[in-house]
């Protein structure tokens, strides 16, 4: 599990947040799923899936603990919503076959 400082404090509920954590090892194959089914609902039918920033953020919102939302993701500062996205991308691309 990852812990990924903000630029600045979001609210997550009545809380006020400083930071994420964010836990990629621990999604599974129907996350990817449901976070394909999700970007598809608001008309994002992405060509390479790694590599667009509203899958990224769908399956970053299911790794956030506690699990969060894709318009959580989207209302954060660019810088966080750049960091965090990037992340799940590596994650995603360092894949050895």
Do not use: C
């Not at 994002?44 to 318009?71: F, G, N, S, W």
């Amino acid at each position: 599990m990852k812990k990924i400082s903000l630029s600045k404090p979001v609210k997550l509920g009545d809380i006020e947040v400083k930071e994420l954590e964010i836990d990629l090892n621990s999604l599974t194959g129907m996350d990817v799923i449901e976070a394909e089914n999700e970007i598809r609902a608001i008309g994002k039918v992405p060509l390479v899936h790694e590599m667009d920033k509203a899958y990224l953020a769908a399956i970053a919102a299911r790794a956030i603990k506690p699990k969060q939302t894709i318009d959580f993701l989207l209302k954060l500062p660019l810088k966080d919503f750049t960091v965090i996205t990037a992340q799940v991308q590596d994650f995603l691309l360092d894949i050895e076959v």
